[in-house]
């Protein structure tokens, strides 16, 4: 056995563990819990400072993670995705891919499987799960298809393109960028791409065929939020059942279910909505329902139903099986997402309803054990993955979606698009190609992407500064801090020390799937980018002890610490996910599970093959 390290290095170690365990606590924000664990670090150090043979580390090193070139990188790319994302650069696609899935599911799922693992090499996944799902939820509406056999194999399938390449993820930039730090060589853009290739397409066949074959069936939280609610009035005539009776019995008659906005008696007379007060013929019942249970009240209650004019409050006839109105309101579901203005906020600290002119009417707990619905939402913490019912016109919902500030769920196709979203296309190509081609850094190209979307107005600075998320910068940065304790105390040192001697007498294979099966395990629990930066410092400690190449060892902390299939709470997306397929934990173990297993083995096999080692 090793042995132990000095005091500074336990201290650190003993921080991670922590670090670790806060990462897990639902309950605290992740942001709250990384400045937390930067505040300890920076406050032991700055207490007792750590000198050992001329290289000490003091309080202020730790403040380096916010001026990293990993942190530049991987903000500008957030705002150069978010570009993509408001000016609908990426709508044609999504609209050809739904109308596909009218004619022939089963290629369609393939097709979308295919589309959103190859974007997400490039683009951050949320926002390609953010532009597909209301296009997914749409189709299965419209179908008749579950839409819990498309939203899980779409998500699991954008993480496992996101390993592709060195931009795909944040974790893969980290781990790139904390190697080179280290003195390793740099990773190119497209350095790793063949193995996840080989091994992500057999990752890509059992999402299109086996995932959906072993999902249950879920329903939506919500239901389906297509129909469209109306405005109308109940004429009470002399043979209603109204006619004579209270508010209360009328009610009763409908078993509690209709919602009287007011009631007209004559020309400018409103009546209180006592229970006690009787109706009688003339009377009209203002009442705000969607078509099918309109009809059922005027046949419940023997009233006329009829339509209702918001300009000079004049009424029609309301046909059977016509429209009762053009400007009727609908109902959508809004998803919190990170980022949002709405994630760890109330509806009545954003003044939701005056802002988007939508009413709340019901949310969606994601995490809860039973999804609870509730109708008070004003002074309710509202967290990511959790789903709001709201109503209004159309137009108002189509400004929501539109903003792009928050995801829409409205059982449309319409997607956000501009005549910038060409502009926008192009200015990702470039930075594409100057990074692939080594013409540029991709810190600077990356840079160089968000100075022209504003240029262009693909973005203005209000989105710009929305697209970056406070959690991803803390917890980068403390990872970060973590990461260069752990290397400066000779803690990583110490913990490489400890997994050769456990291995001891196991081929360098083994130790390298052992090490990858380590991180799979930590990122479902904890954040993949903390288990990412803890691993690398590791990693290569191992790969130095042992005497072997360091980059294989290198992508088997990235490509673990990128296997967040088997929870809800292992990444971002999966919980939007949860929450818009109606799905429960249980169906990401059964799904996930297998899909880790496959990944994991096949970068067993295929890294030792390529680094021969």
Known sequence: ????????????????????????????????????????????????????????????????????????????????????????????????????????????????????AVLSAFLNNTPIVVMLMPMLVGVAMRTGVPVSGMLMPMGLATLIGGMGTTIGTSTNLLVVSIAADLGQRPIGLFDFTLPVLAVGSVGIFYLWVIAPM??????????DTSPRVFDAYLHVTEESFANGKTLAEVRGRTNNRIRIERIQRGEGLFLAKLPSVRLQEGDR????????????????????????SDTDGATTPAAEGLPLDVDAQQMAEVVVTRGSMLHQRTLKEVRFTSRYKLTPLAVHRARSSSGERTGDLSESPLRAGDVILVQGFREHIRDLKNSGQMLVLDGTMDLPHTHRASRAIAIMTVVIAFAALNLLPISVAALGGVGMMLATRCLNWRDALGALSAPVVLIIVTSLALGLAMLRTGAADYLAQLFVVGASGLSVPVMLSMLMLVMAIMTNVVSNNAAAVIGTPIAISIAQQLGVPTEPFVLAVLFGANMSYATPIGYQTNLLILSAGGYRFSDFVRVGLPLTLIMWLGFSIVLPLIYDI
């Open 214 to 223: 072993i999902l249950p069936e879920r329903k939506p939280p919500m239901g």
């Open 285 to 308: 019942l203002l009442v705000r329902d969607t078509r099918e249970r309109l009809k059922e009240f005027e046949h419940a209650l023997g009233v006329a139903l009829h339509n209702v």
């Open 1 to 116: 056995m090793p042995d132990l390290p000095n005091i500074h290095a336990l201290i650190v170690l003993a921080l991670t563990v922590f670090t670790l365990f806060l990462f897990t606590r639902d309950s605290i924000p992740l942001e709250t819990s990384s400045l937390l664990i930067l505040i300890l670090l920076v406050v032991i150090f700055q207490l007792f400072p750590y000198e050992l043979d001329g290289a000490g580390l003091k309080a202020t090193d730790f403040f380096a993670g916010f001026g990293h070139e990993a942190l530049i990188t991987i903000a500008a790319l957030m705002i150069v995705g978010k570009g993509l994302e408001t000016t609908g650069a990426l709508q044609p696609l999504a609209v050809k891919m739904a109308l596909a899935w009218v004619k022939r599911p089963k290629a369609a799922l393939l097709v979308t499987l295919l589309v959103s």
